[in-house]
């Protein structure tokens, strides 16, 4: 089984690429003391995450001065611990702080394996996926989203008639059943 984390008082907290558009790799990083952790996610996992913040800071009283925007470490970021597989969260009102909870994904969440099988795994794996769970401010929060909104808005533009990303060595809309391809 993964290392899971808790980071009750972050230091840093923010999200990151590796690669060109179109070839990207995501990233979410905590960091508290001389502990951190580097986690794999999809694009459409930060846009979500990003929609998710502000969704709850629209609640919540204005975030007081937001932290710089801050880069990726470099140390952990080429080997992250693991992907995450699902994202959670919730708002603590007394500690006035946005609760995320990653959840490692892991291999059997799009296979179909018999109960037997799948008790036996879950006693070898002692029953869980790894979890990172992340205690932010406010502020860190809304900076967070903010800048995952950037770098998924710096990616690829989305084609007008199916969403899906346009390439620039061509574009197989399935609106158009392969005619008159859209243009970049």
Not at 150 to 172: I, K, M, N
């Amino acid at each position: 089984m993964s290392e899971s984390f808790d980071f009750d008082h972050p230091q840093k907290l923010t999200v990151g690429t590796e690669g060109p558009p179109g070839q990207r790799m995501f990233f979410l990083q905590a960091r508290q003391g001389n502990v951190s952790a580097t986690l794999k996610m999809e694009k459409i996992q930060v846009a979500a995450l990003a929609a998710w913040i502000a969704k709850t800071l629209e609640d919540l009283p204005a975030p007081g001065h937001l932290p710089e925007d801050p880069e990726l470490e470099p140390d952990g970021f080429v080997d992250p611990a693991w992907a995450v597989g699902s994202l959670g969260g919730s708002y603590d009102i007394d500690t006035d702080r946005i609760v995320l909870v990653a959840a490692e994904q892991t291999g059997d969440e799009d296979e179909d394996i018999d109960e037997e099988q799948e008790e036996t795994d879950a006693s070898l794996l002692g029953g869980r996926a790894a979890t990172a769970r992340i205690l932010a401010t406010r502020e860190q929060m809304a900076a967070l989203a903010i800048r995952a909104t950037r770098l998924v808005e710096s990616g690829r533009p989305p084609c007008p008639l199916c969403g899906y990303p346009l390439d620039p060595a061509g574009h197989q809309c399935p609106r158009t059943n392969g005619f008159r391809p859209p243009k970049l």
